[in-house]
């Protein structure tokens, strides 16, 4: 089935440094994906997505782009801040559940220190 | 503001009581909503997929007799952990998928409730 790996955590990085946040996937067809974000005690939030090849997902100065030739999904941003510090998730909807259903990586902690 | 409300967000009972979870869009009619578990400093792990009108999908290894879902309408899904023992204990989250799809994003999620058995 489809599956999603990213990097494990936790990744510590000063405040104003530079985040990479690794994921790839291996799926049937062409997934949308997805970034997600969780705070501690909350639900996900969603951060980013990508629907097709090249496309590039942004907000909040968080960027991935969807690579279909390495089949990954980056996250990064340029300049993080304490307030970034939370559990990141990488997901993608299967296409044979008519992009229904979500599949998730393992999730990456960030520890952002002032 | 949040479209999906999830109820309780936290609980702490008893071993062998059953303890009911409720999943609310509020802002969308919701004809598909999801289960999910988290365990500690884990992802989430699909549970149950939960039709309005129809019986839920259960992922697998999931006992359906454990952990039972209702969606008797187009904004409310409950999920009941009956005879919750300390295993259960874990972080459950729900999400509603809004079929105008709103908000451009396929599952709004829910706030999670964290449930203790002790």
């Known amino acids: 089935g489809d599956s999603v790996t990213q990097m494990e955590g936790p990744v510590t990085l000063s405040e104003e440094a530079f985040l990479t946040i690794n994921c790839t996937y291996t799926?049937?067809?062409?997934?949308?994906l997805f970034w997600y974000v969780q705070y501690p005690g909350e639900g996900l939030q969603l951060l980013l997505k990508a629907t097709k090849a090249d496309d590039k997902g942004s907000n909040k100065g968080f960027e991935a782009t969807y690579r279909k030739e390495t089949t990954s999904f980056h996250l990064e941003k340029g300049s993080v801040q304490v307030s970034d510090s939370a559990v990141y998730f990488c997901a993608l909807s299967e296409v044979n559940t008519g992009f229904q259903k979500l599949v998730f990586g393992t999730g990456t902690r960030l520890l952002v220190s002032p | 503001g949040a479209v999906v409300s999830q109820h309780p967000s936290w609980v702490i009972c008893k071993s062998g009581t059953s303890v009911k979870i409720e999943c609310r869009s509020l802002d969308f009619q919701a004809t598909t909503m999801f289960w999910y578990r988290q365990f500690p400093k884990q992802s989430l792990m699909l549970m149950a997929t939960s039709n309005e009108g129809s019986k839920a999908t259960y992922e697998q290894g999931v006992e359906k007799d454990k952990f039972l879902i209702n969606h008797a309408s187009l904004t409310l899904s409950t999920l009941t952990v009956t005879s919750a023992h300390p295993e259960d204990s874990s972080f459950y989250i729900c999400?509603?998928?809004?079929?105008?799809?709103?908000?451009?994003?396929?599952?709004?999620f829910g706030d999670g409730t964290r449930l203790s058995i002790l």
């Open positions: 799926a049937t067809g062409y997934p949308s």
């Open positions: 999400s509603a998928r809004d079929p105008a799809g709103r908000h451009n994003q396929p599952q709004h």
